[in-house]
């Protein structure tokens, strides 16, 4: 209001205590301050709640625009760090003891602990009074202050700082003032007026404010008397024209040099008590900072400072040569600071829960699968394998929670998890345990921990054993695969028949005879009962890379075929999702399973096909009955829950493979810390083995769910799988029968030069020639190898005869 009034009368209003950090240029541009906006200080205070690492806060603040709009500014700096004021307790401009109280019993059942206080003075401390009344001055909480209980501690005598012992562990602003003669010689010269009683209290960085402000406000009439020599008024024609008796407007007058001394004030620029005194655009000072302090043992320890150029350091401000925002969080440090309590570790400033207040935690209490919880026999006492694994999670989170498991359902039906979940969104409970799929629209209102199974959609239909198939030795290979090894065979025959006709007598003889025992041969290898033996050093050669190709393919067809005689394949004509959705037979579902809402509003399947199932019994009958007599075609469920089911009944199978992928979890409200370290402990368990040791434990006792899962379909042996051997095999044939070939066509042509010496030559016709010399060279092959060096032994070495 008064603001208003400079700004009509053109007079400059200068404050040494107006902190609001609402007061604008803009709106007030005759407004100056020499404190701090709250702004700044809640720049700074922000910064210390991330420093410490602490999320949220509960703020504690007068019900006045001083108190709510420095906590709006705390709210905008947190927001920015992506915390936030969890709670936010105004209290009346004049609270008693009794406000006080109610507003911390109420705060006490909260999870937050770290409390930030935004009051005016109050040499009584009331808040902190009643806070160690209510015991809450202990380890787990932290008390954070604005600089209101800095200007309340600096002005009290030395007899009243015995009532700092209240204060223990409280952390708290103050402007920062630094250190000069000229300050060091004022205050002693309080002190003495103050040993006088010339004054009633110490002296605080406001009265240093306010000595500097006059000096300020001086300096510039100072020089705009100089300037200007003269100060006048004028009246304004508006105030003239409102008759009001009352307040007698029409007498104020507007000051003339307003203007100017506005622009005197502004290129202020001098040093006082309380530093630097110099204002930026927005009319606030320039310079400063705060201390960071510390109450401990009825002292007061200073523990670091902070400046918005700087961050926190134990060094002041104006010791350190920083460009601004040059910073970052590794370049903070404080002293080490005595919290509520008189420990040193920083307190963890958030409580789940307490023994007056224990963890809300929700159950099913399931109708059917009853091994993943349920309550027991109407006792409110949980149990099951999702039970445990929490119990086995809570022992390795770092504090003691509290807790009270709360039934959800009648136990005559499975509950809605979708119900569940909603009621930890909505406060009901704080957290909910037990089989929770982790699915998109929950993640939207709660946190998840981390999955501590792992689970999906899959089709459960009617099978039938495959064991009685005459053919079934013929599935292991696919056609061209049989195609591939039957020519390999004819292909190795010929090979070595060609390799060993000339060499070995077991490939010679008749025609008929060479035939089978050339096929014989390469059968017999298979079956490692061939009489024959390989001479030539290429049949060998060949024959080793054939029997490795022999030796692979046996072993896998062998495995293959023994996983076919025991595989199932499916009776029902549906072979996945997508066949099931083009058919308009019905489908079961698990009774308060997501796998509806997925069904009906994911893949659109119309809702009066989906039918509602609650318990395996319920399975079984429906999948006997099947879809034209008032039964299902098939059922969608979670892995977990159709492994359980398929355990215990041969005669029904999966369906290809899960079409989702999800994950169970334990559901928290936003935001709940618990929900990392659950998450933590669950990763613990996990690596330990623990995790698996209680699968085992419920599941286990006549063989492990899902061991047994069967395949809807063998997997049948590809030529792409062994064309690397078949290559391999294909070249050393091919580059020995080359080998062979040139090796006779040499011999060959040595052998007719030979003949020609010995005989006449004759005018036989060139074509006749050609032909005669085809038959040769056949002739010449279908020779032993042996007769063909008695030919060539008495020619090729006359001399060695003669000698």
């Known amino acids: 209001m008064i603001s208003e009034i400079a700004n009509g009368l053109k007079v400059p209003l200068i404050s040494y205590a107006a902190t609001d950090p609402t007061l604008s240029a803009l709106q007030f541009p005759f407004f100056f301050r020499t404190a701090q906006s709250e702004s700044y200080q809640m720049a700074a205070m922000a910064d210390l709640i991330d420093f410490y690492g602490w999320t949220e806060v509960i703020a504690i603040y007068l019900d006045d625009d001083y108190g709510r709009n420095g906590i709006a500014a705390l709210d905008d700096e947190l927001d920015k760090k992506k915390l936030k004021i969890a709670y936010k307790f105004p209290l009346p401009n004049q609270f008693d003891l009794n406000n006080i109280t109610d507003m911390l019993n109420k705060s006490k059942l909260l999870g937050p602990r770290v409390y930030v206080v935004h009051v005016d003075p109050d040499p009584k401390l009331r808040i902190f009074t009643i806070a160690q009344k209510l015991q809450m001055m202990t380890s787990n909480f932290v008390w954070l202050a604005t600089d209101w209980l800095s200007t309340t501690i600096d002005s009290f005598s030395l007899m009243n700082q015995t009532s700092l012992h209240i204060l223990q562990g409280v952390v708290a602003l103050r402007q920062h003032t630094p250190e000069s003669s000229r300050k060091r010689a004022f205050v002693s010269r309080w002190r003495q007026m103050l040993e006088k009683g010339l004054v009633s209290s110490e002296l605080n960085t406001y009265g240093l404010n306010a000595y500097d402000t006059v000096w300020a406000v001086a300096r510039s009439i100072d020089e705009f008397v100089k300037e200007h020599r003269n100060i006048t008024f004028s009246f304004n024609d508006k105030l003239l024209r409102m008759k009001s008796a009352e307040f007698q407007l029409g007498k104020l007058k507007v000051f003339d040099g307003g203007l100017l001394l506005l622009e005197k004030l502004s290129h202020t620029n001098f040093t006082g008590l309380s530093g630097k005194i110099q204002f930026n655009q927005d009319r606030n000072i320039v310079n400063g900072g705060y201390d960071v302090i510390n109450i401990d043992q009825m002292a007061v320890h200073p523990v670091g400072y902070w400046s918005n150029t700087s961050g926190f350091s134990v060094l002041p401000p104006e010791n350190l040569k920083r460009e601004e925002d040059s910073y970052s969080r590794l370049d903070q440090k404080l002293n080490s600071i005595t919290w509520p309590g008189g420990k040193k570790e920083t307190p963890r400033g958030w409580v789940i829960a307490d023994d007056a207040r224990p963890l809300r935690i929700g159950v099913p209490n399931r109708a059917s699968f009853v091994e993943f919880a349920t309550e027991l026999h109407n006792s409110h006492k949980m149990h099951g394998y999702c039970i445990d694994v929490f119990l086995e999670a809570r022992k390795l989170v770092p504090y003691d929670i509290p807790y009270r498991f709360e039934p959800f359902g009648n136990g005559s039906s499975n509950p809605s998890y979708d119900g569940l979940v909603q009621m930890v969104k909505d406060d009901v409970f704080d957290a909910a345990v037990g089989d929770i799929a982790i699915v998109t629209n929950r993640t939207k209102i709660v946190d998840f921990s981390q999955p501590y199974a792992t689970t999906g959609l899959v089709i459960v239909a009617p099978v039938q054993d495959s064991k009685s198939s005459a053919w079934v030795f013929l599935q292991p ?327």
Request: glycine fraction near 8%.
């Open 477 to 803: 290979f696919t056609v061209e695969m049989w195609c591939a090894t039957g020519a390999s065979f004819v292909m190795i025959a010929v090979v070595i028949w060609i390799l060993e006709h000339r060499v070995n007598n077991d490939f010679r003889g008749p025609p008929k005879r060479q035939l089978v025992t050339m096929f014989l041969f390469s059968f017999s290898t298979l079956f490692k009962t061939n009489q024959e033996s390989t001479v030539s050093p290429l049949g060998r050669m060949v024959m080793v890379v054939w029997l490795f190709l022999l030796m692979v393919i046996t072993a896998s067809y062998t495995a293959s075929l023994t996983s076919i005689l025991t595989v199932q394949q499916l009776s029902s004509p549906i072979t996945g999702i997508d066949s099931l959705i083009r058919s308009n037979w019905p489908i079961g579902y698990q009774e308060g399973s997501f796998a509806y809402s997925y069904l009906a509003d994911g893949l659109y399947i119309p809702r009066s096909r989906l039918k509602s199932l609650g318990s395996p019994e319920a399975y079984e009958r429906a999948l006997r009955q099947g879809p034209t007599n008032g039964g299902v075609a098939a059922i969608i469920d979670e892995l977990t829950y159709v492994e359980l089911f398929l355990s215990k009944r041969t005669e029904f199978g999966i369906i290809g493979q899960p079409f989702t992928k999800s994950g169970w979890g334990f559901a928290f409200k936003r935001g709940s810390p618990l929900a990392v370290d659950i998450s933590t402990a669950i990763l613990k368990l996990s690596e330990s083995g623990k995790l698996q040791k209680i699968h085992e434990r419920w599941f286990c006792k006549m063989g492990c769910p899902g061991e047994n899962k069967q395949k809807d379909e063998p997997n049948r042996l590809h030529l792409i799988s062994f064309w690397g051997l078949y290559l391999l095999c294909g070249i050393v044939t091919l580059g020995s029968l080359l080998f062979f070939f040139l090796r006779t066509v040499r011999d060959f042509v040595h052998y007719k030069r030979q003949q020609r010496k010995s005989s006449h030559p004759s005018s036989i016709s060139s074509e006749a020639r050609c032909s005669h010399v085809i038959y040769s060279f056949f002739d010449f092959i279908d020779e032993k190898e042996e007769a063909i060096k008695k030919i060539f032994t008495p020619s090729d070495n006359p001399q060695g005869q003669n000698s």
